[in-house]
């Protein structure tokens, strides 16, 4: 299928802080990664080593023909203590955006992806009474340092996975078991912080878009399950998309499917369906196109911006038969009239991904874990010429 993309489609790639920067220290995620009986198959480390060479990143970005960057700033490192702000990181991070400024990339800023200062965590962390508005006050004292500088800005990134897999499956910190109280009030957190954050970005210097961004799924039951799934999906989604709306835009971020049983239990991968080994999960790439019409409908016409979608795999072929079948999926969306403007592939390193390890390689560049050596993959190039013609 040949493809071609609106005006203005926005074409990038995302990372994050803790996954690439390396030596983030400060925060519950470094803490969870060196327990004494962690989850994590292996600690972050030095990660890519990108505090130090964002500049190199940044030249990859626009090398490969991508208009846009979007990654995270790290809080821990801006607010290392309670109300203690280091002018050093805000000025790191400025250069930074200042760095794709001048390399004319659009800098896309999330302020929450997935870490929390330790000494926010030590007292409760996204389930304390006080998180909502030291999210906000960061987001403040940030925007006004950064804001003139930013293209886009994301206040959380995928809260519904910080929780679920926080308070229910313990596989992030705080590493909590079915505490479905505190999943609640969690819950309820990054709804609230999200809106306080909105305001308090929209209100500082620059002038851009402000959204969230959600993990979604495409969903499955058996006939007769459709309760069940309209439940299940008000948990995991819907409230955070009903939170998006009259955003200035949400985020989708979906990679495969989930199937559930009649009692709601989660099931494994269909027989006959090839499984991604990295993940686990069903090499799915229509994912995308059922989250897109998903969110379309639940935040009531709210711009879309595909902000996560990707394939962590060893088969580079395979990462460019699954994007190109997901683009197709976008493409039905735009000839149906959703607005969706832009794609951004997760992600552009070989980076960590969290209690996985350095073993899912979703990046578009691979990264030696000694020399930090960038080596872009035959997909980078395929992707990148998809991205400067704005057409497949």
């Known amino acids: 299928m040949t493809l071609t993309f609106p005006d203005g489609f ?14 983030n220290w400060n925060n519950d995620w470094w803490e969870f990664e060196h327990r004494d009986r962690t989850r994590c198959v292996e600690p972050s480390g030095d990660c890519c080593d990108s505090y130090h060479r964002y500049a190199e990143d940044v030249a990859l970005v626009r090398e490969l023909g991508f208009g846009a960057y979007r990654f995270s700033i790290e809080w821990s490192r801006i607010e290392p203590e309670d109300g203690e702000f280091s002018e050093a990181a805000l000025d790191h991070y400025r250069r930074v955006l200042n760095e794709c400024r001048e390399q004319n990339v659009q800098p896309i800023v999330t302020f929450h992806h997935f870490t929390t200062p330790r000494w926010l965590a030590a007292r409760g962390g996204w389930a304390s009474d006080e998180v909502v508005d030291k999210f906000a006050r960061f987001c403040d004292r940030a925007v006004g340092r950064l804001g003139d500088l930013i293209a886009m800005g994301c206040t959380i990134n995928e809260p519904n996975v910080v929780s679920q897999m926080g308070y229910v499956g313990g596989a992030f910190p705080p590493g909590r078991r079915k505490d479905f109280d505190a999943y609640l009030k969690a819950n309820d957190n990054f709804i609230a912080a999200h809106r306080k954050a909105y305001d308090a970005l929209k209100s500082g210097p620059g002038d851009f878009p402000v959204g969230i961004t959600i993990s979604m799924d495409d969903w499955w039951v058996p006939e007769g399950a459709e309760e069940l799934l309209a439940t299940a999906r008000q948990v995991h989604e819907d409230q955070f998309l009903e939170a998006a709306r009259g955003n200035d835009y949400v985020g989708v971020q979906g990679y495969s499917r989930i199937r559930l049983d009649e009692n709601g239990r989660q099931l494994g991968p269909e027989k006959g369906i090839e499984v991604v080994p990295s993940m686990g999960y069903e090499f799915w790439p229509r994912s995308i196109e059922m989250c897109v019409r998903h969110a379309a409908e639940v935040a009531d016409g709210t711009p879309i911006y595909i902000t996560e979608n990707g394939l962590g795999h060893d088969d580079d072929n395979r ?16 000839a149906d009239g959703i607005d969706v403007r832009g794609y951004i592939y997760w992600s552009l390193l070989d980076n960590f991904e969290w209690t996985l390890g350095y073993a899912p390689r979703f990046g578009l560049v691979s990264v030696d874990r000694k020399t930090f050596v960038r080596t872009p993959k035959p997909s980078a190039a395929w992707l990148g010429e998809i991205a400067r013609a704005n057409r497949t």
Not at 11 to 18: D, E, K, L, N, P
Not at 322 to 333: H, K, M, Q, T, W
């Open 10 to 23: 926005l074409w990038g790639v995302a990372t994050a802080a803790h996954q690439i920067e390396g030596g």
């Open 319 to 334: 990462r460019v038969a699954y994007v190109s079948e997901a683009l197709e999926g976008v493409g039905r969306c735009l």
